[in-house]
Structure formats: C-alpha cells, structure tokens
C-alpha cells in the first residue's frame, strides 16, 4: 500500500511522461499547500495542474501532467501501447462458448482456457509487470451459461508452473480444481451443471495461492436464470490490484485491469436505461475494496443468487472473491464518477466514469431493441443475443 523508493525511482525516470514526485520533508504536505503553490507558479504549469494523493495519511502527493496513467494511448508509431487487456472491450464482452445438445438434450457449451505466465505487459507508463493469464489478459475471459446447461472447458496449461481452473459455484468434488494439478503442457477437461444462477469467480487454485491470484489468473463465470433478467445494458468489472515491487502490497487498483482508464475514456450509457453491473472483487493483499455510484443509487443482489435486491445502495464493500449484481438507471444526463470509496485505492487508479446521454428515444420505445447498447470504442451502436455474440472460446 505504500508507495515505495523503488516504484518512486520509476515514476521519476519516466520523464516521457512527465510525471514529477513531490515528497515534502515531513514525508507529505498538506494538499492545500501544494493546490496554493501550484496557483502561483508559471502560467505554464498552471494550464494542467493536477494533484492527486494525500488524502490518507502517510502517502505522498504526487504531482502530474494529467497524463500518468493511460497505457492505451498508442505510441509515436501509432500503435497501441501493449496494455493487459483492453478495458472497453472486456466490459461488455460475453463469451456463451460453443453451442451443441448433449445427448439428453441439453445445452453443451464448450469453451477454452489456456494459461499462461510468460507475459510481460504496461501496467502504467514505464512500469512493466509480469502477468500470468487465463487467454491472455487480465482478468480473463468472462464465460457465461444459463443454469442447467452443461459446461465443458478444455483446460491447458501453456504455462511454466502448475495451474488449475477452480470455478466457484456447485460442481462435483473432481471438477473443482483444486486437487487436480495440471502440470505445464497439461490438459484437463472440467465439466458440470451450472448451477445455481448468480455471478462467480474463477481463479488458479496451485499454491502459492497469493501469487497466483495477485499476477492476474482469474475472471468471471455468469449463470443467467431460466427465466432471464430484464433487459439491461450489462457489463463486467473486476477490482483488482498489482504489486509491482513484490513488497506484497499493492502499487496499483484498477478496475477491469487498467489503472484510471475509464477516466480517460468514460463508459457511455443512457438516461432511463437499466444498467446491470457484474461486480467481482479479485483483489489480492488488501482484505476490503469497494465500489461507490456517483449521484445514484443501485439496486444490490449479493453473489446474483436471488431475484430481489437486499439492498438500496450506493456503496457495497466486499472481501476478496465476494462479489454480486448492481442494477440502476441514471435520472439525469452528464459525467458521473465511480470508484473504490477506500481513497488510497481511488487515488492509486480505481476510478472511473459514466457518461450518461440523453439516449435515441425510437430505441428506447422498441421493445425489440431492448438489447442495444452504445459501442463507444467503434462509435457505433451494437447489440447482442445471448447465444451467438460476445465470441467463441
Ligand atoms: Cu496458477
């Protein structure tokens, strides 16, 4: 939690990016000092201030171009910075696998999930990490079933050490991923019943567990009812952290794997609208995260497991692989913010924004649109059906 010389010593030598660490003598300085400093300087400086840190007692202010954190920007070449994952892409992206009937005339979705641990990725500009993956990014693929379906998922281990795949939920003692060690070049097939309807973890289970959650193996597995939720624009996201001087404890919270990059690229929604967020708490080290609407209020259903909130919030704080369903609509359009109400976690990247719009009234008066969303990364409007989009694992 703290932040240490080492990670200091990166952010001052990345001078590309323009970052400057201001530690005053008795270890940090009253924001207000710096905030009136800062009015005073050269004109200059004085058109992109930007303070963060402080709020918590014993943390420096850091002191920035605005720039700090946001990997996806692309390069001098134009490409794209190789983040862990693109975070807009993830937030709505569903994976339903492979359809066919089983024998007895089920639904059978097959999916693939491959690990892996030789990955070198930007968490923050200048500050590499080596993440272990579920597919190539962290977190990983979300998979999602509808209960009484089976799932299969054909695991292998492209890694360097043992990994597993333990789902949470009901299953059979042999399919939980825990016992059964998959050694590098291994395969294992884990197949079940989804079951009961909610929103769970997945994650490695080989010792030692710490490690092989905080580098990044894990994601989400959504079992929808039988009888589905009311149409939403749905979405993902996963609290989680990175310890990149292995002090075990973090430098960076994100949510969805990029520090602060919903707040570079805020997710569009409409006024009136019905958003359900899928909320998972991966977080590694830190015992609590949370997560706070902004202006609003949501609906809460813990792990997904019921039809009917417990509760009317706008803050839910969570253990680490707790995790539940948010359900609101924003009442007025402009910027909202989101973010962990632990403000050390806020300030070291977990926080975000909505951009709510005013929304096209035709799609918001045909029913059979209901499944329409706003595809900001395309600039598109995009839709989805739960059997054939969100892609094949
Ligand atoms: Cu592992």
Redesign the pocket.
């Known amino acids: 939690m703290r932040i240490s010389p080492m990670l200091i010593g990166v952010a001052i030598i990345s001078t590309a990016v323009a970052v400057i660490i201001t530690i005053g003598a008795g270890g940090y300085k009253n924001i207000n000092s710096v905030l009136n400093a800062s009015q005073t300087s050269d004109p200059d400086k004085e058109s992109n201030p930007k303070v963060v840190g402080s709020h918590t007692p014993g943390y420096p202010i850091a002191t920035t171009s605005g720039n700090i954190l946001d990997p996806l920007q692309t390069t001098e070449d134009g490409d794209p910075v190789d983040a862990v994952v693109d975070p807009m892409k993830y937030l709505r992206e569903f994976n339903y696998g492979k359809v066919s009937r089983s024998q007895d005339g089920k639904t059978l979705r097959e999916f693939t999930i491959i690990?892996s641990?030789n990955l070198v990725k930007e968490i923050s500009p200048g500050v590499f990490y080596n993440i272990?993956t579920f597919n190539g990014t962290v977190p990983g693929p979300t998979i999602r079933a509808t209960e009484g379906d089976i799932v299969r998922i054909n695991f292998i281990n492209n890694?360097s050490?043992?990994?597993?795949l333990h789902l949470h939920g009901i299953h059979p003692a042999n399919m939980d991923g825990v016992f059964e060690m998959i050694s590098p070049g291994g395969e294992f097939t884990y197949e079940f019943t989804a079951e009961p309807f909610g929103v769970f973890p997945y994650h490695?289970?080989?010792t030692p567990l710490e490690e092989?959650i905080a580098h990044g193996?894990y994601g989400v597995f959504i079992v929808d009812p039988k009888a589905p939720r009311p149409p939403a624009d749905e979405m993902v996201m996963v609290m989680n952290g990175y310890d990149t001087d292995f002090d075990a404890e973090n430098n960076f919270y994100t949510v969805n794997g990029v520090p602060y990059y919903y707040m570079h690229h805020p997710v569009q929604i409409q006024k009136d609208r019905l958003v359900r967020i899928y909320l998972v708490n991966m977080l590694e080290f830190d015992p609590l995260n949370n997560f706070h609407l902004h202006a609003n209020m949501f609906d809460y259903y813990p792990s997904g497991t019921r039809l009917q909130p417990d509760e009317l919030t706008d803050i839910v704080t969570t253990n680490q692989g707790e995790r539940g369903i948010l359900e609101f609509k924003y009442k007025y359009p402009g910027k909202f913010m989101f973010h962990a109400h632990k403000t050390e976690f806020a300030e070291k990247g977990w926080m975000g924004t909505f951009l709510v719009t005013e929304g096209n009234e035709s799609q918001k008066s045909n029913p059979a649109n209901s499944g329409i969303f706003y595809d900001s990364l395309n600039n598109t409007i995009a839709g989805k059906s739960p059997v054939n989009s969100g892609g094949q694992l």
Do not use: I, T
Not at 161 to 164: K, L, T
């Open positions: 690990a641990d272990w890694g050490m043992p990994h597993s490695c289970h080989m092989h193996l």
